[in-house]
């Protein structure tokens, strides 16, 4: 481990400050999660799920799809000598493909399969004053590792166009960054065919198998 120029030990990118913990929401964080969720969605559309995204985590789950397949994954990373809530990650099934399927037919079985299969990252966020200590790094890794014990294989999602601080975040996480209004493919298995995610106008998709 290297040194500061102050001659303090360097903390390691990719370990947390001792007082930072990664956890799965608690009933009655709802409001402080989504507060920080907002930050996320800015400029994303109509945050228009943070209500029921309150009530759910205020239910304490667990929680899954309609499908009984999927999960939702909501974490925060606290500080916890202050109990202060300063960074979130929501992941959740892919509703909106979802939903197409089902507009067009699909049987139950295939919209199992693919509630279970992907993982949609919808809010990555840290407070500003918490911001460039590993805390998203953390918060990210988290969700992709509980995703894939709940045997999702495919994790996506999107941001603002030409955001190049977000795409080199998301690259050093081993997502490929797609152009912007291109869509991302969810690769199908035996089970469910190849589906079509598609971003906002003005976002660019990225993706990687988990």
């Known amino acids: 481990m290297g040194r500061s120029k102050a001659g303090k030990p360097r903390r390691r990118p990719d370990r947390l400050p001792d007082s930072i913990q990664i956890r799965e929401t608690r009933r009655g964080e709802g409001q402080a999660f989504t507060e920080l969720a907002a930050l996320a969605m800015d400029g994303h559309g109509n945050f228009d799920d943070r209500e029921p995204m309150c009530e759910a985590i205020d239910a304490e789950g667990p929680f899954t799809t309609q ?34 399927m089902e507009r067009d037919g699909a049987d139950p079985v295939n919209l199992g399969a693919t509630a279970m299969a992907y993982a949609k990252l919808r809010a990555l966020a840290v407070a500003d004053d918490y911001r460039r200590q590993g805390i998203a790094s953390a918060l990210i890794t988290r969700a992709m590792a509980i995703h894939r014990e ?8 999107q941001f ?12 050093r996480h081993g997502f490929t960054i797609h152009a912007p209004g291109d869509p991302v493919i969810l690769p199908g298995g035996s089970r469910y065919r190849d589906v079509g995610a598609s971003p906002l106008p003005g976002e660019q998709m990225f993706s990687r198998p988990i």
Request: proline residues 6%.
């Open 160 to 171: 603002t166009a030409e955001d190049t601080a977000l795409a080199r975040f998301y690259r």
């Open 67 to 100: 499908f009984g397949t999927g999960r939702f994954v909501f974490l925060v990373a606290e500080h916890t000598p202050t109990a202060r809530i300063v960074g979130i990650s929501s992941s959740i099934p892919p509703l909106s493909v979802l939903g197409g």
């Open 150 to 157: 709940h045997r999702a294989f495919f994790m996506y999602g």
